[in-house]
């Protein structure tokens, strides 16, 4: 992938991924506000052109609503907003479904920043380095838990130095670095509030290196864990999706010593 220039100012990032389930069904999931919020953040969305899109992000990204301005079920979705903040250059999402033998659609997505200078395009390379994961979790979604609802809880630290060495000190405190898709995975040093299931994906290397599971303890869900530098310090986050009826106690229960695990890691 890499950075497009359409004049006037117009710069623009391509993500795609081949995911299971009927246009009807991968819509659902990339387009609505119930389930958009099952893989990706809490998201509230007015179903119309014209409508509203707010991410919940508890980040400064929540006071700047998004504005659909495409909406052509089961095909093509698409809003615009500041995905760079109040004060960044306007920008534009895209997300096409194209059907695919074998109940499988691909699913395209096209991040636009608007701006006269390449001063925003380093944040447009972050959004460009973000989309296979969230991609790749849209695919866990769909082929595990199609129309069900997540319980999200998210961890978040710090430390200094480059993403690799950032990424490889993650990856050696979650015991994933010799891990093989299907070999089974416990988050160490949990305790009683652990998390438990099998490699998904490993995903290292790049501007965002991630791992994913598939989890069947504390109840099943996804858990995706990333590096990645957008300040002096890099970032690492953990993000747990929980579904069924249990996913919100399950998710009230261990919330606190997941965020503590990552802090006495990564301060």
């Avoid at 895209?94 to 200078?117: K, M, N, Q, Y």
């Avoid at 490889?168 to 438990?196: I, Q």
Wanted: with cysteine; aromatic share 8%; net charge negative.
């Amino acid at each position: 992938m890499s950075i497009k220039h359409d004049p006037p100012g117009h710069r623009s990032i391509q993500a795609e991924a081949e995911v299971p389930g009927s246009p009807e069904e991968v819509w659902e999931a990339i387009a609505t506000g119930p389930g958009i919020s099952s893989w990706f953040y809490p998201t509230d969305v007015e179903e119309q052109v014209g409508g509203t899109l707010r991410y919940h992000t508890d980040s400064q990204m929540d006071h700047v609503p998004a504005k659909v301005t495409g909406w052509d079920p089961p095909h093509r979705f698409r809003h615009e907003g500041r995905d760079c903040g109040r004060d960044g250059p306007p920008t534009a999402t895209e997300w096409t479904i194209e059907a695919r033998a074998g109940g499988r659609c691909l699913v395209r997505v096209v991040h636009s920043l608007f701006a006269s200078t390449d001063d925003w395009n380093d944040q447009l390379r972050n959004f460009e380095a973000g989309w296979p994961q969230a991609l790749a979790i849209l695919g866990l979604y769909l082929t595990h838990f199609r129309g069900q609802r997540a319980t999200i809880v998210r961890a978040y630290g710090e430390m200094d130095g480059s993403v690799e060495e950032t990424w490889n000190a993650l990856s050696g405190a979650l015991a994933a670095g010799g891990l093989a898709p299907g070999d089974s995975w416990t988050l160490p040093g949990s305790g009683s509030a652990s998390l438990a299931g099998v490699l998904a994906e490993n995903r290292p290397g790049g501007r965002q290196p991630c791992v994913l599971f598939r989890l069947d303890r504390p109840v099943p869900g996804l858990a995706a864990a990333s590096a990645y530098k957008i300040a002096e310090r890099a970032t690492v986050v953990i993000s747990i999706y929980l579904y069924g009826d249990d996913g919100p106690a399950a998710a009230a229960s261990g919330e606190a010593a997941w965020k503590e695990w990552m802090s006495a890691r990564f301060a």
